[in-house]
């Protein structure tokens, strides 16, 4: 059974959006592999992608096998028992997810952890502080294992001796980055798990981490944003969840810090804002302890996530900061390769999700994760819900 799931895994072309569509068609993974070439094209598959009976899958089928069979490892597929029911309420969930780590606290009630790579002092704090609160309350802390925010939430968990969850942009055989393998470590050692939905020696890609995203907010009962720019990749976890009607938290910040403008921006658009756990406990009432004990670790700053996550440069002088962003590229800048082209064209007049929705004949969740993509490379703006093209 795990056999065949992993044919049409390691078929060329076939990501999780294509696969989700090949079993919405047929069926059953059985029914998908046994329809020929025509029949995938009747479903709506490009003749472009060609059926697994093209390719010689054996030998990465047989390695992903072996691997599963060692200790702590595993692979689930949609239909696993132990596939998280949480995540499998998505739009689009991972067909595969390689396991390293406990399978059961995937299940777990969890709460997603995320910001920027570039925490400010006080950003740190806030994120040490609530994952550690949220932790002893009972919640398991779900994140990227990247830079910044990322890292500060897991290590609070692992430094109570508690399981958190990793969510990578990588194969589990790629840690990135590589400086952040011993908190992996220790990650596994205090009954916690690492998971990708990439092949175990898939490397990193820029792409692959906003995709990621889907996967750490799904997971989780809600998920809190500590601090983030207006760009910042986090948003993408956030927008996801509010899509998939999971609970948003932001710590709200200075209005003189770059580094908060995007937790206001999720204020404005719906996030609820918090200012301590209690904040969360009362909104996730029946998931948490209401009396936790107190954290079993130090909020000082000095352990080594600060030369981890970033060496800190003086601050720029202000007139450095205001300089005038270039102009962003127009439409035909845009190669047409691009995965988001179609998008980024319809966005020529300002449009709602919604409307985009009707128009792409896609889920809001996917359209929210490419309009962050855009937002992100700096081509489009968003206020208040509608998107279009940046001008100037």
Known sequence: MLQDWLTLYYT??????RFQQLLNYFG?????????????????????????????????????????????????HLESESYPPLLKEIFDPPAILFVKGSIQLLSAP??????????TQEGSYNAKLFAAELTAAGLTVTSGLALGIDYIAHKAAV???????????????????KNHLPLSEAIIEYGGTIISEYPLHMPAKPQNFPRRNRIIAGLSLGTLVVEAAKKSGSLITARISMEENRDLFTIPGSIHSPQSRGCHQLIREGATLVESTHDIRSILTGWVDPHPSSPQTSLDLTFEERSTNEKRRPDKP???IEKRV????AVAELPKEHPQYELYQLLAAPKSINQLVELLNKGAAEITTDLMMLEIEGVITSDQGIYQQRRG
């Open 28 to 76: 059953t993974i059985d029914k998908v592999l046994e329809a020929d070439q025509l029949a995938w094209q009747e479903a709506g598959v490009p003749s472009s992608v060609r059926h697994p009976n093209n390719y010689d899958l054996s030998d990465k089928i047989e390695a992903a096998l072996n691997w599963a069979e060692a200790p702590n490892h595993a692979i689930l």
């Open 159 to 177: 430094e109570q001796q508690a399981p958190t969850i990793a969510v990578l942009g990588t194969g589990l055989n790629e840690i990135y980055p």
């Open 12 to 17: 060329p072309n076939i990501g999780a959006r």
């Open 110 to 119: 969890q709460i997603a952890i995320v910001g920027t790579r570039k925490p």
């Open 318 to 320: 202000r007139q450095k």
């Open 326 to 329: 270039p102009k962003a590229p």
